[in-house]
């Protein structure tokens, strides 16, 4: 009895380790023009993890990152564990759930991670991410955000009014000047956010593709002692 001790103790700690390591949460989305897709493994120390299908209209379904830095990558038959790394990945230390946005880079992904619960990315909001190679102006209603190439940018919509909807406009500079590329209504919505991402057409014009993402009510961890509701 004694010799089965030591046994059980570790065998208690690896169950209790398990139970108390958070998952990580990742949900992405491609950015490329039109709606191609793309399936990916999460690698790390050559193990491969269940293959995650991203697409360019909509995030896909969560997936638990392997750990805090990882690596995406593509069946290699040519390598000794059968994948090649198209991506590394480095999650923020503090957080539970990220959103991952791939910009496709030649062969590989280049990774732009942001925290979902990210306290300017709410409902009526917009992440714009600008793949171009000039800076944009987005003008919402009277609030004017520049958006820098390849970073991610949140924008407010205004304060609703009388009106369900406000203008929108994305400026790009000509001769020095500010010119609108798109001009539009867009309307407010209570529990929708939008991912707004820039690029140049195969004609060299400037555009933008959308993605919306409905949200979900936040469920509240209970707290110890307590059932979930």
């Known amino acids: 009895m004694r010799c089965l001790l030591p046994a059980l103790a570790c065998l208690f700690t690896a169950v209790s380790y398990a139970q108390e390591t958070p998952k990580i949460g990742v949900r992405a989305l491609l950015l490329a023009a039109g709606g191609p897709s793309v399936t990916l493994h999460p690698l790390i120390e050559g193990k491969v993890s269940d ?10 379904e969560t997936f638990n990152a392997p750990a805090r830095q990882f690596s995406l990558a593509v069946p290699d038959q040519t390598l000794e564990i059968g ?6 990945i480095t999650l923020p230390p503090q957080g539970k759930e990220f959103i991952l946005l791939l910009e496709p880079v030649g062969a ?3 990774p732009h991670v942001i925290p979902s619960r990210e306290s300017r990315f709410v409902a ?6 600008n793949a171009s ?3 944009v102006v987005a003008v919402l209603g009277s609030e004017k955000t520049l958006i820098k190439p390849r970073m991610a940018v949140f924008a407010k919509a205004p304060s609703r009014g009388e009106k369900p909807f406000y203008q929108a406009t994305l400026y790009q500079a000509v001769d020095g000047k500010p010119k609108p ?3 539009s209504r867009w309307p407010h919505r209570d529990n929708v956010r939008c991912y707004a991402f820039i690029y140049r057409n195969e004609a060299g014009r400037l555009t933008y593709q959308a993605v919306d993402e409905r949200l979900m009510p936040e469920v509240k961890e209970p707290e110890p002692g307590q059932q979930a509701q």
């Open 51 to 60: 293959a995650v299908t991203i697409g360019a209209r909509g995030l896909s």
């Open 83 to 88: 994948f090649r790394s198209v991506g590394e």
């Open 108 to 110: 590989k992904f280049t």
């Open 124 to 129: 009526d909001s917009t992440l714009f991410f």
């Open 133 to 135: 190679d000039t800076s």
């Open 181 to 183: 590329f798109f001009n």
